[in-house]
């Protein structure tokens, strides 16, 4: 169960989170096309600079065995294995972003700044979401 002082900061780290993202341009479809048609490559770099220091930040936190700061239990990373399924999803997600230059993180950030295009997109996700959920549900109860 969370507590008060969990929920609120991950709202507030959900509020920075999107305001970066809509200060770094990446709410913004010309900014997204232009990366996605390698005129631009602003987003790129963004996303490069984001990702290695996640992988940073994921080996520090392996490698000192650091606890969370809220609930203070130590942090595990689980190994989950490869399968058809990723592949079929990241087709999926990429697609998805190609077609609406929003991914699920930017479309929510869409709708804070009062942008209507993320409405469908945030839709979409949810009907994705419910659609994964209720076919995994299908699958578990016809191996039982």
């Keep these: 169960m969370q507590t008060k002082i969990q929920k609120s900061a991950s709202m507030g780290l959900g509020a920075v989170f999107g305001f970066l993202l809509v200060l770094v341009g990446a709410t913004t479809f010309d ?13 790129p770099i963004v996303l490069a600079v984001a ?9 520090m936190i392996k490698r000192m065995k650091a606890s ?7 942090i595990e990373f689980m190994k989950i294995p490869f399968s058809r ?11 998805g972003w190609a077609l609406t230059a929003s991914c699920p993180g930017t479309a929510v950030a869409m709708l804070g700044e009062g942008k209507l ?9 949810l009907a994705g979401t419910w659609l994964f959920g209720f ?3 299908q699958k578990q109860a016809g191996l039982k």
């Design 31 to 43: 900014i997204q096309a232009a990366m996605f048609l390698f005129e631009d490559f602003q987003l």
């Design 51 to 59: 990702m290695m220091t996640g992988v940073v930040g994921v080996w």
């Design 68 to 74: 969370s700061i809220i609930v203070q239990q130590q």
């Design 85 to 95: 399924n990723l592949l079929l999803g990241s087709v999926f997600f990429g697609t």
């Design 117 to 125: 295009i993320g409405v469908p997109v945030v839709a979409g996700i």
């Design 135 to 137: 076919y995994s549900k």
